[in-house]
């Protein structure tokens, strides 16, 4: 790790025979950060963000996550991060409480553990009435905040969320967000992928990626008055139209 970057990267590329789906993007990350990850549905987002995660090689490149290098240290990345998928990640057969314990188990948590967490995670959720009864029949929001405490259930030093406020309503999106400023002032670095350009101005520094480069990276403050765009979005379109 460099300074205070838990997420270095450097000419990173990947590429799926002649089709360059990451364009060899360069970008820190600091500890604590809730760094934004934009871009339309194919811009590379979610292929960059697998490479990071360690469950796709890079073609070419150097990245470094929570201290690991991605092409040789990639399990011990998964063991330092939190995950949350777009698509929601628990498991619907299984009860609230199950869920917990089961993901304490693949984290390695020890089953005193796994129980203070669990109480406590339940108990933070406000989810006391519904502890027993089966994931799938949460409303969605619920599950996605659920889905959100249990990717922190091991203290990671990062936590990857990709598009994890899709198809929520305005008022849990609001929730789902307090949930992560409360993550990034413990320390615990947030890196989000979102299509939602309101969204980006609440992350500390935005990078936004067009065909597989990354076209801009700073704050959204400083994007707006780059750009001379009066919100992110307006940003967004004048990056995407070229």
């Known amino acids: 790790m460099i300074n205070n970057n838990v997420i270095h990267v450097e000419g990173l590329t990947k590429m799926f025979g002649d089709f360059t789906a990451v364009d060899a993007i360069t970008f820190d990350v600091k500890k604590g950060e809730i760094f934004g990850f934009l871009g339309a549905n194919g811009a590379g987002k979610t292929t960059a963000m697998k490479m990071l995660i360690g469950i ?39 009860t609230v409480k199950e869920n917990i314990t089961f993901f304490g188990g693949i984290y390695g948590l020890t089953r005193t ?83 939602y350009m309101d969204e980006a101005e609440y992350c500390d520094r935005v990078s936004i990626m067009v065909n597989g480069k990354i076209e801009a990276l700073d704050t959204p403050k400083k994007l707006k008055e780059q750009f001379k765009a009066t919100n992110m979005n ?8 070229g």
Do not use: C
């Open 234 to 241: 307006d940003v967004f379109l004048k990056l995407a139209r």
């Open 113 to 195: 553990r796994i129980k203070e967490k669990s109480e406590a995670l339940i108990e933070e959720l406000g989810l006391e009435n519904v502890a027993t009864k089966l994931v799938g029949s949460l409303p969605l929001g619920w599950k996605q905040k659920l889905s959100f405490s249990v990717a922190l259930l091991h203290d990671p030093k990062i936590v990857f969320l990709d598009e994890p406020t899709g198809g929520v309503d305005p008022i849990t999106r609001r929730q789902f967000w307090e949930m992560i400023y409360k993550a990034s002032h413990q320390g615990t670095t947030v890196f989000v992928t979102t299509h």
């Open 56 to 94: 796709s090689k890079p073609t070419s490149g150097k990245a470094n996550v929570a201290g690991f290098d991605v092409f040789t240290h990639a399990e011990d990345i998964k063991k330092n991060i939190g995950y949350m998928s777009q698509k929601f990640a628990l498991y619907d057969d299984l």
